[in-house]
């Protein structure tokens, strides 16, 4: 089975800093990788996914993510975060083949401070 | 397109009380799926759902029942509630399984509370 890691619990940055979340994942074959964003109080939307092809993926609100399949990872990143950045990001993983397995990582929750 | 929306969005239960949630979506999706979330522990899968007539168990199933009669509904049932199970819960879809087919499509949730 699967498993996702989210070092990061809690982040706080300033107003344009730049954001990097940590995302690793454990499992032995292909996966689809997603980033999920939930904003307070609100349900879960999704920032990007990854399928195929080029490993760096652009999602909504500026953020984007590098799969780095030789470290398993998938950070997400955005060059200048904003305060209405402030949420808890989720990072999920499931085998390319499916098998309804979505695993989230426990999330990692930002503030952005102005 | 509504998408997935849940019913209801907030309820306060006893303990023992039974409910059922329900979740509806219009996309004409084969799976559907009920993860609850508790803070510090992400999204887990409680059960799932291939289609029409057909239910598994997840990751924490006990203490929960569902059933898919139709398609676009997915109901989930607390038969007693425990406090434990105060968390809350989000209800998904997706076209199915492999692939582009993978990516899921959640609901707005339902915060309950049992005490």
Known sequence: ?114 | NAGVTQTPKFRVLKTGQSMTLLCAQDMNHEYMYWYRQDPGMGLRLIHYSVGEGTTAKGEVPDGYNVSRLKKQNFLLGLESAAPSQTSVYFCASSYGSGGTYNEQFFGPGTRLTVL
Do not use: M
Not at chain 1, 11 to 20: G, W
Not at chain 1, 66 to 78: C, P, W, Y
């Open chain 1, 1 to 114: 089975a699967q498993s996702v890691s989210q070092h990061n619990h809690h982040v706080i940055l300033s107003e344009a800093a730049s954001l990097e979340l940590g995302c690793n994942y454990s499992y032995g074959g292909t996966v689809n990788l997603f980033w999920y964003v939930q904003y307070p109080g609100q349900h879960l939307q999704l920032l990007l996914k990854y399928f195929s092809g080029d490993p760096l993926v652009k999602g909504i609100k500026g953020f984007e993510a590098e799969f780095i399949k030789s470290k398993f990872s998938f950070n997400l990143r955005k060059p200048s975060v904003q305060w209405s950045d402030t949420a808890e990001y989720f990072c999920a993983v499931i085998p390319t083949g499916g098998g309804n397995k979505l695993t989230f990582g426990t999330g990692t929750q930002l503030k952005v401070e102005l």
